[in-house]
C-alpha cells in the first residue's frame, strides 16, 4: 500500500472537474485492457456534482458504460424510490444517461425490499461474493465532519466487522439512521481508493485523516486502505493541512 497521494484544487467546480476526467480515463484504460471495470460509487452532495459532471463528459469519452460494473460503498436502508437512496441519486444524475447495463448496476436491497438492514447487506454480500467482484477499479468515498466515509460512523460497530463484505448499520448520527455499508476489509478490495472531500467543514476531518497520529476509532476515513489511495480536495478541505 503507498502512501496517500494529495490532489489540492481551486475550488469544487475545478475538483469535480478533475475527478470526472480522471475516472474517465481509468475506465477508459481499463476497457483498453479488456476489463469491465468496477466502480464503487458513493452518496453526498459532491458525489452528486461528480455525478452529473460525468454525464456532461460521457459523449466525449470512449468509455463503454455497458461494460463497467456499479456497486455503492454504502446505501441508506429507505424504500428503493426514497430521494434518500444514493442509488437514486446516481441513476438520476449520470446512470440514466449513459446507457448502463441493468445487469452491471448493483443497488443495495431497499427497505421494501427486505425486513432489515442485516438482511439487505447480506444479499448485497452474496451478490458480491456471485459477481465475483475481484478488485474495485476504483472505490470513491466522501468523507464527512466527523471523519466517517461511506457510512463508517466513529465509535460505531461496523468498525470493528470481520469476515464480512457489507454490514448493516444502527443509529448513523447522520440521518437517515439505518444504512449498509461495505466493511473495511471489502475496501481493501480495491485497486484504488479516491476520497473527495470539498469545503472548510471537512477541512479538520481530512487533516485528521491524514495525520501521523490519530486513531481509526476517531477518524473512520483512517481505516480505509486500497493499493493506491488518492484524496482529491479543494482548497477549503485542504485548508488545515500543513503546506
Ligand atoms: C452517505 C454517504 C456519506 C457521504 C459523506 C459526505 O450515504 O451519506 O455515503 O459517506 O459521502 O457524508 O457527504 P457530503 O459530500 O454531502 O458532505
Known amino acids: 500500500m503507498s502512501a496517500p497521494v494529495v490532489r489540492r484544487h481551486d475550488d469544487a467546480d475545478v475538483l469535480v472537474g478533475d475527478v470526472a476526467s480522471a475516472l474517465l480515463e481509468r475506465l477508459e484504460a481499463a476497457q483498453a485492457r479488456g476489463e469491465v471495470p468496477q466502480v464503487g460509487l458513493t452518496g453526498g452532495s459532491i458525489a452528486e456534482e461528480l455525478h452529473?459532471?460525468?454525464?456532461?463528459?460521457?459523449?466525449?469519452?470512449?468509455?463503454d458504460w455497458s461494460r463497467v460494473v456499479f456497486w455503492w460503498g454504502d446505501e441508506r436502508f429507505v424504500p428503493r424510490d426514497s430521494p434518500d437512496r444514493n442509488a437514486r441519486q446516481a441513476r438520476e444524475a449520470l446512470l440514466d444517461h449513459v446507457g448502463v447495463d441493468e445487469a452491471h448496476v448493483h443497488e443495495v436491497p431497499a427497505s421494501d425490499e427486505v425486513e432489515t438492514a442485516e438482511e439487505a447487506a447480506e444479499a448485497y454480500s452474496a451478490t458480491m461474493r456471485s459477481e465475483g467482484a475481484g478488485f474495485f477499479e476504483v472505490l470513491m468515498l466522501g468523507i464527512g465532519p466527523d471523519?466517517?466515509?461511506?457510512?463508517?460512523?466513529?465509535?460505531?460497530?461496523?468498525?470493528?466487522?470481520r469476515d464480512a463484505i457489507a454490514v448493516a448499520v444502527h443509529d448513523s448520527p447522520k440521518p437517515p439512521p439505518d444504512r449498509v455499508t461495505l466493511t473495511f476489509e471489502?475496501?481493501?478490495r480495491c485497486?484504488?481508493?479516491?476520497?473527495?472531500?470539498?469545503?472548510?467543514?471537512?477541512?479538520?476531518?481530512?487533516?485528521r485523516?491524514?495525520?501521523?497520529?490519530?486513531?481509526?476509532?476517531?477518524?473512520?476515513?483512517?481505516?480505509?486502505?486500497?493499493?493506491?489511495?488518492?484524496?482529491?480536495?479543494?482548497?477549503?478541505?485542504a485548508s488545515a493541512l500543513p503546506d
Open 52 to 63: 452529473r459532471e460525468l454525464a456532461r463528459r460521457a459523449a466525449d469519452s470512449s468509455v
Open 147 to 161: 471523519g466517517h466515509c461511506a457510512s463508517l460512523f466513529p465509535g460505531h460497530p461496523a468498525l470493528e466487522a
Open 186 to 188: 471489502a475496501m481493501e
Open 191 to 207: 485497486r484504488a481508493v479516491w476520497f473527495i472531500a470539498s469545503g472548510e467543514g471537512k477541512a479538520e476531518a481530512v487533516a
Open 209 to 237: 485523516a491524514l495525520a501521523e497520529d490519530g486513531s481509526v476509532q476517531e477518524t473512520p476515513a483512517r481505516g480505509v486502505t486500497g493499493d493506491e489511495t488518492i484524496w482529491w480536495l479543494d482548497a477549503d478541505a
